[in-house]
Each structure stands twice: as structure tokens, then as C-alpha cells.
């Protein structure tokens, strides 16, 4: 079977100086050593690194501390003690992707954070100890739907931009769920609604589906803003 070979080089720039008519010779270009592999276990080994790296970068990771990531496969393979327990390592890489998402979205976090701060001074708007915000479009009459209970809705939902992501009305069918059962926005909302009225939800991101994306429509961090009609409470 024939070797396989990868060389990696690095040129270094050469140099040459002038003084008046007289030059010196540039300098050689020095290179590192060829680097070769010489089984499927070298092949593999760079695969794994290359493809692994590759993801990563994907994803918006810009570096690494490349002795503690040597230092983590070493103690896999070889038995040693890790470092950190399962559940930690899991909390910093989700913590490590959080902050990375969160720069990504900065701009329309502070934009959706700066509208629901002007919101509170539009009229007829009011404000949860949550921090969500609404505005009752109509009243109602009746109890209150409690998180134990059923409730049968129509709705519409948009984003900060206008873009509707989801409706009821458009689909002719009113949505029967728990009220448990739905974003936290939406379970503290309900329970301020009585049967027959119809409120406007403005939903920050945290009380939404906060740093995860929800399918092709709604983006991380996004604020959302519902037209909630309550048709009815039906216990269980």
C-alpha cells in the first residue's frame, strides 16, 4: 500500500538589505518538518481533528485552548481523571455557544430591548412584574383560566419586524392547549385573560423561546408579539 504524505509548510519571508550600491543575500526560507502519516490510525487521528475543528469553527468558535483540548482526549483514552464532571463540561460548552449566539443577535436584542422600553409609555399598555407587557383590546367575562386548565384560543403571532410566523385565523381553527403546556409568556398571559376577550402580548425573549431558534421562522432572542383571543376555559 502506498504511504500517504501531507506536508505542512511555513515559509518565512526572506530578507535583503540595502546600503548604498552593496545588497547581502536573502536569508533561506526555512520549513518545518514533513508532516507524515504513516497508518489509518494517523489518517484517522487528523480526520477526527480537522472535522472536529471544522464544526466548531462553523459554529462560531474562534479558538481554542488547544493544550486542555490535547490534554481532554489524552485523559479519555489513556484513563485519567477528567478535570471536570459530565454535567459541568456540558454547562460550559452550552454557556461557551450561549455567548457566542448572543453576540451574533447583540443588535436586534438591544433593538427588541430599546422597543420594550418605549412600549411602557404607549397608553393602554401595562406591564407584569415578568416583564411582560400587554394590552387588553377587548374584556371579557368570567374566571380566569388556571395552569391546571384547558383553554381554546385563536391567535396570531409576529415578530418585531411585522413578520407573522404563525395564525389560527389564517388556518380556520382555533387552538385547544394546556395552559402549562406553552411558553412561559403565554401561561402568565392567560391567566390574565377572562373567557371573550382578546389581549396583545408583547413576549421578551426570555419569557419566548430565548437563545433557540424555533424552526426557519423565529430566530434566537427573539421578542414576539401575540393577538390572543380567549374562546373558552375548559377544565380537566
Known sequence: MKKLAITLLIPLCGYAATAQT????????ATVAAVKMTGITDSASYAFGFSMASGLKANGVKALNYDLLMKGLKDVFQGHAPLLTEQSS???????FKGITMEKYA??????????EGNLKVPGVRST?????????????GASPKPTDNV???YKGTLLNGKQFDSSYDRK?????GVDRVIPGWTEGLQLMTPGSKYKFFIPYNLAYGERPMGQDIPPYSMLIFEVELLKVNSK
Open 90 to 96: 456540558q454547562k460550559v460548552i452550552g454557556n461557551l
Open 22 to 29: 552593496k545588497r547581502k543575500p536573502a536569508t533561506k526560507k
Open 173 to 177: 381553527e382555533p387552538l385547544s392547549i
Open 152 to 154: 381554546t384560543v385563536n
Open 107 to 116: 443588535a436586534e436584542i438591544a433593538k427588541e430591548k430599546n422597543f420594550l
Open 129 to 141: 412584574a415578568s416583564g411582560l407587557q400587554y394590552i387588553v383590546v377587548s374584556p371579557g367575562n
